[in-house]
């Protein structure tokens, strides 16, 4: 009597993930932007509640990060927003790194070692334990005491003390120790690696007060303050009447305001306006204004055609006027 077998072949099933499939085409600038879109949340409010200043947000959604050499502050940054969107801030954090071109370094392998188990007798056990003891209350108490009694270290050195100036354009500069957030009148600063900030601002006439505030991790905070008296000549004065060419007031509402602005082509100011300050730029053909939020702008304008008007119109970032323009 012969046996047959018979093999019966069933289909292998393709196992399916129920993970959310996720478009590596998008760049972390965009996936920031949209997810701030999509929970419609504005600029201003990530800026108060993330301190960090307005430019450099539109920096990163831009995933513009020529003028943002600091790297690993970026990174920072980047953490800081992702976590307040509630989102992954590690795996965009690789993210980042990967689109800068910067290398994740893999954690080292430690080699295995084979390790003789010492004799533990009741006097070595009792001399380990309040040895280690000692070490963790000790390191312990004297982090604690570096905290209460060590502010963090500021030095301004533009403007190195109170001053009194004709013109409203002015630069800071400074150290801070690294790590420490900084602050100018509650809006963050950009610090490098090294603890330097740098920025030019605009100033209104009058008396400024500026206050410079360094942060650590444990709250503490050095306060540098600086008044800076602004006396403009009155050539400084946007035109009343008429004339041939054209000449326009730039003046912040409420929020500081980056911005780049060219006279006839040439860049004449890139830096920050702080609220309520104004300044006046003439020019013989053309003025362009380039602003990271037109919101918060105020513009004034005589030319040919009109003379000290204000712009009603819905500003866009980018601004052109002309000796010619009639808004």
Same mark, same amino acid.
């Given at each position: ?102 290398? *994740? ?5 430690? +080699? #295995? %070692?084979? =390790? $003789? @188990? &010492? ?25 604690? *005491? ?5 502010? +963090? #270290? %500021?030095? =301004? $050195? @533009? &403007? ?147 003379a000290n008007r204000v712009l009603k119109i819905d500003l866009p970032k ?10």
């Open positions: 009597m012969s046996l047959s077998v018979i093999w019966i072949r069933h289909p292998m099933k393709t196992p399916t993930s129920n993970k959310l499939v996720i478009k590596q085409s998008l760049k972390v600038g965009e996936i920031l932007a949209k997810e701030r879109q999509r929970q419609k949340i504005k600029l201003a409010d990530v800026e108060q509640a993330t301190k960090i200043r307005r430019k450099y947000l539109i920096k990163i959604e831009a995933s513009n990060y020529t003028d943002l050499e600091n790297s690993a502050f970026v990174r920072g940054f980047i953490r800081q927003y992702a976590k307040f969107l509630h989102l992954d801030s590690n795996s965009l954090t690789r993210q980042y790194i990967k689109e800068r071109g910067e290398k *994740l370094l893999p954690s080292a392998q430690k +080699p #295995k %070692l084979k =390790v $003789t @188990k &010492p004799i533990i007798t009741p006097k070595l056990l009792i001399i380990s334990i309040i040895g280690i003891a000692t070490i963790v209350v000790g390191g312990y108490l004297f982090w604690q *005491l570096i905290g209460l009694i060590s502010p +963090p #270290k %500021l030095i =301004v $050195t @533009k &403007p190195n003390s109170d001053q009194v100036i004709s013109n409203s354009i002015f630069d800071i500069s400074g150290h801070v120790d690294p790590g420490i957030q900084l602050y100018l009148d509650n809006s963050s600063l950009l610090v490098d690696m090294n603890g330097n900030f740098q920025d030019k601002l605009v100033l209104q006439p009058g008396l400024n007060r500026l206050e410079f505030k360094a942060k650590n991790k444990l709250g503490k905070t050095t306060t540098i303050t600086r008044n800076i008296l602004v006396n403009l000549p009155a050539t400084t004065k946007l035109p009343s009447v008429s004339f041939n060419g054209v000449a326009v007031q730039v003046g912040i509402k409420d929020q500081p305001v980056f911005l780049t602005i060219s006279v006839d082509g040439a860049e004449v100011f890139k830096g920050t306006m702080l609220a309520a300050t104004n300044q006046v730029l003439i020019g013989t053909d053309s003025i362009k204004i380039i602003s990271s939020n037109p919101a918060d702008l105020n513009i004034f304008l005589t030319n040919m055609i009109v980018e601004l052109k006027l002309t000796r010619r323009s009639n808004y």
